[in-house]
């Protein structure tokens, strides 16, 4: 039976700042065991850190900095810097490892711990699992941690150089020219205000920063990709209001590792629909390898279809960029992504979902097509869906919960093939996430409420 990691979640470990893991004690094990777990393979075993903007992101850096030294592993730091561009670092950069401190969407006040390989991959579940046990292990050692004052080590500023190779990275993976475009940029005041300017300016784009001034709480704050339609309101207002047409607007989470967009006129496009124009666009080119895309169980019916008028098989992963990478590895594929903004592009040497490279390759295929991003999508019929969270006490497996089983199985029952259940906990929160989507409104909310009312019912906080 697989053993179920405690700390580790879908997207690295990730809690309360100043609350367990991530307390000043527990972030310096979790370092330790990192180091022990590097340290094993390589005795001068090397790690790049990054961070995004939070005001905790210093501290728990610098902490977790401390950790890997006491077993002797030596650090550079990138300062703020996206999560993509440490995973870029560590693998294009001999380091044997990259960490990134970032809750990515998440409020100001929680914040995490992301691990790459030195190929620039997250780690699979049974390393983290085994590096989990190491950290339990050490917490019930007799031996205490160092003052927070020893060694002296700090995360901050960070090496301009190791930031300027990944920007220079990915203005070199742009062949076309996108100096005529208009682009509204929202920074989320989070990891991409220290390198999308820069880059935008490199690549010659007319840009217009939104939400670029972190200040250590308004990461996230009404902006970013977590409300897409921040960015729109302003890209429609802007066209209104006669201040200038954007072409396009586009908008990060707070490390940058997921992009969304609006149209000139200011409506939202998901990652679903940028899977459906990245991966119509490979294919006029011979680059979507076996004519599949991997999306995950979150991915709307419409652009399942969409995708099938174009020859193009749609393959459905759990949720998690690492989750659709290790399918996207199984079956060969070279695009694969989530619907919030996830998408990876396996036909260059990216590892992971990457914001800024995602934003580059939508420009560009603006620019080769001639289109609009409006046209791009334009047959992209979405499948009413909606997403219901429920805060939770706690994790039980919805397969120990009779109630809940019962409600799933009325609403499958009730769909009968015209529409899809996902019932999940969140890899990143207490939430369960309900999500359903049928042709009809109504059945929609009135399937969903009855799910929502019997997890709350069981579980609520």
Not at 94 to 121: L, Q
Not at 123 to 135: M, N, Q, T, Y
Not at 225 to 245: D, I, K, Q
Not at 324 to 338: D, I, K, N, S
Request: proline content about 3%.
């Amino acid at each position: 039976m697989t053993q179920t990691r405690q700390l580790f979640g879908t997207d690295g470990i990730r809690g309360v700042a100043e609350e367990f893991p991530l307390t000043r004690d527990g972030v310096y094990w979790i370092g330790r065991a990192l180091g022990h777990d590097l340290v094993r393979a390589n005795a001068q075993a090397r790690l790049v850190i990054g961070q995004d903007t939070r005001v905790s992101s210093q501290w728990i850096a610098d902490r977790f900095l401390q950790g890997l030294a006491s077993v002797g592993v030596a650090t550079r730091s990138a300062g703020v810097i996206t999560t993509p561009g440490v995973a870029f670092l560590a693998r294009s950069q001999g380091f044997d490892a990259g960490a990134v401190i970032s809750a990515s969407h998440n409020p100001w006040t929680d914040n995490g711990i992301k691990i790459f390989s030195g190929s620039g991959y997250k780690l699979p579940d049974a390393r983290e699992l085994a590096i989990e046990k190491e950290i339990f292990a050490l917490l019930q050692a007799d031996a205490l941690p160092p003052p927070d004052s020893t060694p002296e080590i700090s995360s901050l500023p960070g090496e301009e150089s190791l930031r300027q190779a990944y920007v220079s990275w990915l203005a070199s993976s742009v062949s076309s020219d996108l100096s005529r475009l208009r682009v509204a940029v929202d920074c989320a005041n989070g990891a991409a205000t220290a390198e999308a300017p820069e880059l935008f300016r490199a690549l010659k784009i007319d840009t217009t920063f939104l939400h670029s001034a972190p200040d250590g709480q308004n990461i996230n704050e009404n902006c970013g990709a977590l409300h897409p339609e921040t960015v729109a309101r302003y890209v429609y207002e802007s066209f209104v209001g006669n201040r200038g047409r954007f072409d396009v607007g586009v908008t990060f989470d707070g490390d940058a590792d997921r992009a969304l967009f609006c149209d000139a006129h200011g409506r939202v496009v998901n990652g679903d629909a940028v899977l459906l124009l990245a991966a119509r666009e490979m294919q006029s080119r011979g680059a979507l390898a076996n004519a599949t895309v991997v999306a995950t169980t979150m991915s709307n019916m419409g652009l399942e279809l969409a995708l099938k008028r174009s020859g193009i098989r749609m393959l459905r992963a759990n949720v998690g960029d690492k989750y659709v990478l290790e399918e996207m590895q199984r079956v060969g594929a070279t695009l694969g992504g989530e619907q919030s903004g996830h998408i990876l592009f396996r036909d260059g040497d990216a590892t992971t979902g990457d914001g800024l490279l995602t934003a580059l390759r939508v420009l560009e295929i603006m620019v080769r097509t001639g289109k609009p991003l409006a046209d791009l999508v334009g047959d992209l019929k979405v499948f009413p869906q909606t997403i219901r969270n429920v805060r939770v006490r706690k994790k039980i497996p919805f397969a120990e919960i009779p109630a809940v089983q019962a409600a799933i199985a009325a609403a499958e029952r009730e769909l009968d093939g015209n529409g899809r259940v996902v019932v999940r906990y969140s890899g990143t929160e207490a939430l369960a996430r309900v999500m359903i989507e049928t042709e009809s409104k109504e059945q929609m909310d009135r399937v969903a409420e009855s799910i929502v009312g019997a997890i709350r019912a069981a579980l609520g906080a």
